[in-house]
DNA sequence: AATGAATGAGATTTCATTCAT
DNA sequence: AATGAATGAAATCTCATTCAT
């Protein structure tokens, strides 16, 4: 009974499509209606307000990278293996709808100290991945910290570099290459060439 | 060194944590006047208005960037000294101050346009290094814009790692590090190992 | 006697508490929906919106006193008895149930002009049963309107002071006392001493 | 330096009477500003918003009365003649601004329990007099806040009485004969005879 | 040069009411 | 009878900017 929230997935939508294009701030409440072709208050029964549906939008996100991230790790632990699925995970996510990653980038900020809170933090999880493979071997043992943010920054600027047209082509394209960039750091191959 | 001042009017300065603080667009005329201890219409005697403040500030900020990788460039042309002088002096440069990094990633979305036809923009300098580095045979020809944002990446996920708290102490005691994954994903060792 | 029904729907309850806990606009119709156990369109089955609601409420009650005093004032015509009987009757009503007094303090304000042209209007009866009594010699003449308001001022400032806390126990237990205040006031006593 | 505010005191003022000719909650911030001749965003120069204005307007006037009554306590503290002078210089108050008394009576509701806190309560001063009355044997003892309760009633419902057009002209003229029922009622009249 | 009151435009939010289900 | 999504109008509040002092 009662109408089914047929308007909910487009207010959604439009607002994160919007939050992209110009900004959080940049976008208004009007702006995400009329989009969504909706009026203003329709916003207010899905979600307590923009903060709300902001930090909504966010974590479902930041949930679903933690997933797709949880999933690959459990099929297959070996860090040659895992890291070029994460890739090429990654990047055909990317391909496939550019505004998530995008969202996520561009909201982290507002919401870090929850964002720290949480323990399915995608950041956290390459970190514990990267841990495991020192404590394994199948990397060198070495500064954890430091080479979880240079894979990290290697793939997701190679992200926002096709994003500021400096990179062309879909971003699959370059998943092997760049998968095997972040092994050479991790030193894995001569990790795996010494084990031989 | 052709580096960014580091003293600002008090107007200036405030702005400038401000916005990195609570966002340009979180941040009120109002705040800046509180902050820098003058009231509200003080600041149009200096700028023209909130949108010319912020410009004026990035383009200063971002000018002295590129003043900074120009200057290295023509001390040294050869990529396996300029990287690790550019690594360090970029971090050196954030330690002392992160936040004029800070602000500049924050407005460069904003300011997108006029940054492509800035010339001088950093990023398009690194890539003319990377083009020209492989033009004259110090790493090996291939995907110029990739590597150029690969190294980016790093350098640059390095500082913000640090701002997240997942990295420990000043910046500077990794740059010789980070340089060096800068030049093994260059290939520039291997380069120079086969000029031997 | 002739009092207001204690029991409501659940709707009428819901509102007639709410309207006198956060005030007939802070009341939302969801809010009185929330504490029926309802949902929001379920209020328009019975009223016809808000206004009327709270329209209903009133007279509904404003006229329940107005009934209580004719029924009391029918059955023993004499002041020095009406007046007690009248109190206490007050009384016993708001210690059973003080929201419905409250409610009617509330809202008179609003319908003020269509209670003023209610001939049942509580003020207007008493302000005859005074006018009365003084025709009849049961107390002195003098100013009504004035003595009408006084006996109105003691009897409902009693209510009021004991809802600011002010006055402890139920009301009933001053109502003897209450009403000889009033009956002194009136020159009651010194009539019926005369009349000795 | 910079403009004199002005608009202030228009503002504040237009406020007072709206609120009591329509409400708090029925009276909008475009009402008040339209009253003063000022824009909307006039008023957040001057209060934090409508709650705080009302806050402001309520205790400066409710802090204006209990100096008008500790005035006249202090000058006189013969309770048969404090109490006339008390009601005389409420209702020669009320008959020049009676905007201000049903103002403070409309929000006292709201902010009951900041009322209760202060000190300075005029309900509490009276509350005072009438103990330190008993006390002295000026008055019988006996139920003090009672008492204090049946003045209070009498003299503010004397205001109503009028607000509502049940009592012609200027409430000054019935001071004396209030004052006298609130004396008859304390029994300062039977007190004083006895001291005869 | 500076102040801060006031403006004017627009943002977020609330809410009585309607209406498809 | 009831539901609750959606509307539409209005309310509160914010803020870059202007301007009299």
């Not at 507002?110 to 964002?115: A, G, I, Q, S």
């Not at 841990?131 to 430091?146: H, S, T, V, Y």
Request: aromatic share 8%.
């Amino acid at each position: 009974m009662g109408r089914p929230p047929l308007k909910k997935s487009a207010i959604e939508r439009s607002a994160l499509e919007l939050f992209v294009e110009k900004g959080v701030d940049g976008t208004s409440i009007r702006d995400i209606a009329e989009r969504a072709g909706v009026t203003e208050g329709a916003l207010y029964r899905h979600h307590k307000g923009k903060d709300d549906l902001v930090r909504a939008l966010f974590f479902e996100n930041h949930a679903g990278f933690a997933k797709m991230i949880s999933h690959l790790w459990k099929s297959d632990g070996r860090f040659q293996v895992l890291i070029p699925d994460l890739v090429r995970a990654f990047f055909e996510f990317y391909d496939q709808d550019p505004y998530i990653f995008r969202f996520v980038m561009l909201v982290r900020h507002k919401l870090l100290e929850e964002v720290r809170a949480d323990e399915k933090n995608p950041v956290e999880l390459l970190s514990r991945i990267v841990r495991e493979a020192m404590k394994r071997g199948e990397i060198p043992k070495g500064d954890e910290p430091l080479l979880t943010q240079l894979i990290l920054g290697m793939v997701m600027q190679t992200a926002v570099g096709q994003y500021y047209g400096r990179i062309d082509g879909p971003l699959v394209d370059r998943a092997e290459t760049v998968a095997g960039y972040c092994l050479l750091v991790s030193g894995a191959e001569a990790a795996s060439a010494a084990a031989r």
